[in-house]
């Protein structure tokens, strides 16, 4: 009855938390998709690094300095050659052949430059909406961008977890006897490690990289999906459509696939929610530990875990900015799980 409605009564009979949580979960997901558009820093993994503008405070703009790379030397070998053509300015005047300007960290020298031949120089502007972090780079894309890959980690683990317990729950339910003990037998000592060293585990066996924390996170969320699918179809095996299936001579694998199964994606949606608001904080705290997406690239985990230190400081936006975005995602899903749980709830009641 549940999965027969359409998708805007669905939304429309949602509580108006449940909705608000929906809607912030869709422009969220939105701003992931397009971050590698959107972000104020274009760069692979928004990695523009300058430490001259390190830690500024949230909307600060600074003017930047545009000469020609190749007149500019990195100051180090692991230095991107592309960052030295942006110098940052605290000041700076036009005059006759060019400019005249004082450099960010350089309070004391003013310096000219002068467009040389088949090279133009010219300053442009910036507006740091969340300030820089301690390496210089803007945080709002960072976060743009660490969102991205969470959220993006979030649905792999789920599609992951829901593969893999609907498989074993569905067994274990409409088969029972010896098949339901060893796969009950199996769900019980997952759950008895905790969460996070099971992730820990999966991650040092299977390697460092992308895929590897999708399986790492999905293979550790499993069992919740298994044990309630496991008790859907111990229900649903006795009813009688799944009886008639029997006797009609249907295979076993028809009828959980088209009997069973279909009169249980509801709650399996519910659980999905949970499991990806689980999903998050999986994956952040397995970047929190340095075991998750390894640098440059961003990671709301990785983010709080750099600048914890500062939370007692003026900077402390720069922990509490991701941890903010975390709570966010995950107390949306709750919010929305919880909705359609209760949604199911009144849809049942009055069928």
Known sequence: MFLKMRLWNIIGRLSVASRLSLWILFALGLLSVLAPWVSPDSTP??????VRIRTLEPARSVDFLIEPRSSVEPRSSVEPRHSQSRIPLSWYEPNQTGFRYVVWDQPYDTLSVSPSAGHSISIESQTFWFGTDLMGRDLLSRLLLGMRSTLKIGVFAVLVSLLVGIFIGILAGYFGGKVDQILTWLMQVVWSVPSIMLVIAFSLALGRGAWQIYLAVGLTLWVDVARLVRGEARRLREQEFVQAAQVLGYSSIRIMMHHLLPNMLGPILIMAAAQFASAILVESGLSFLGLGIQ????????????????ILTRSAWLAIAPGVVI????????????????????????S
Do not use: F, W
């Not at 640098?295 to 500062?310: D, N, Q, T, V």
């Not at 709570?327 to 009055?350: I, P, Q, Y």
């Open 295 to 310: 640098p440059p690239a961003p990671s709301l985990g990785m983010m709080i875990r750099e600048h914890y230190p500062y």
């Open 327 to 350: 709570s966010l995602m995950v107390l949306t899903c709750n919010l929305l799980s919880t909705g359609m749980s209760d949604l199911l709830g009144r849809v049942e009641k009055k």
């Open 45 to 50: 993994d928004a990695n523009r690094q300058d």
